[in-house]
T-cell receptor, first 114, second 111 residues
Framework: DSGVTQTPKHLITATGQRVTLRCSPR?????VYWYQQSLDQGLQFLIQ???????AKGNILERFSAQQFPDLHSELNLSSLELGDSALYFC?????????????FGSGTQLSVL | EDKVVQSPLSLVVHEGDTVTLNCSYE??????LLWYKQEKKAPTFLFML????IEKKSGRLSSILDKKELFSILNITATQTGDSAVYLC???????????FGTGTSLTVIP
């Protein structure tokens, strides 16, 4: 158990809908990362937050947004969902105030868009 | 464009065999290379390599980095069925907080 908690584990929804994925980092970790993993693309970095502020942005679509709250949990919002958004979404956290390569991954949320 | 390429995409071996997984990369201002093991869901950290030629070992797993030729290998000796997983390679540049992941190598170890 990495200590990173993601909910829900599975999510099935229809095209055009909006969903929210939730992540609680390990105790004491200030950085939260979101990744998307699809069969053909591997792990794609979406966005990073550090202590409530956006720190780095990757290949995140405009239909997607995220935030990190004062208690350090994070939410990833996906809207106007398309079939191609079906993927495994991971949250990861890392310790310390500076960039740390050692990521601790949650078990992921499997999103299926029908 | 920064990229990480892993090979082979997939391999199937018998218990007791030795396997070598490859990771080559093109990343501007290299900082570190990491190996992760992904079983079912969450990737778990295996190794971090920053210097050429220094082998990292953990039990039957070992890894080495060649910064001149821009690649790393992950060796697993005396494979066991519990080694079956997807092995991910990721490279971190100096310029940002991003990890560039390869698509992974799927390893299946059959009894």
């Amino acid at each position: 158990d990495s200590g990173v908690t993601q909910t829900p584990k599975h999510l099935i929804t229809a095209t055009g809908q909006r969903v929210t994925l939730r992540c609680s980092p390990r105790s004491g970790d200030l950085s939260v990362y979101w990744y998307q993993q699809s069969l053909d693309q591997g792990l794609q970095f979406l966005i990073q937050y550090y202590n409530g502020e956006e720190r780095a942005k990757g290949n995140i679509l405009e239909r997607f947004s995220a935030q990190q709250f004062p208690d350090l949990h994070s939410e990833l919002n996906l809207s106007s969902l398309e079939l191609g958004d079906s993927a495994l979404y991971f949250c990861a956290s890392s310790p310390g105030q500076v960039f740390n390569e050692k990521l601790f991954f949650g078990s992921g949320t499997q999103l299926s868009v029908l | 464009e920064d990229k990480v390429v892993q090979s082979p995409l997939s391999l199937v071996v018998h218990e007791g065999d030795t396997v070598t997984l490859n990771c080559s990369y093109e990343v501007t201002n290299f900082r570190s290379l990491l190996w992760y093991k992904q079983e079912k869901k969450a990737p778990t950290f295996l190794f971090m390599l920053t210097s050429s030629g220094i082998e990292k070992k953990s039990g039957r797993l070992s890894s080495i980095l060649d910064k001149k030729e821009l690649f790393s290998i992950l060796n697993i000796t005396a494979t066991q069925t519990g080694d079956s997983a997807v092995y991910l390679c990721a490279v971190v540049p100096n310029t940002g907080n991003q990890f560039y992941f390869g698509t992974g190598t799927s390893l299946t170890v059959i009894p």
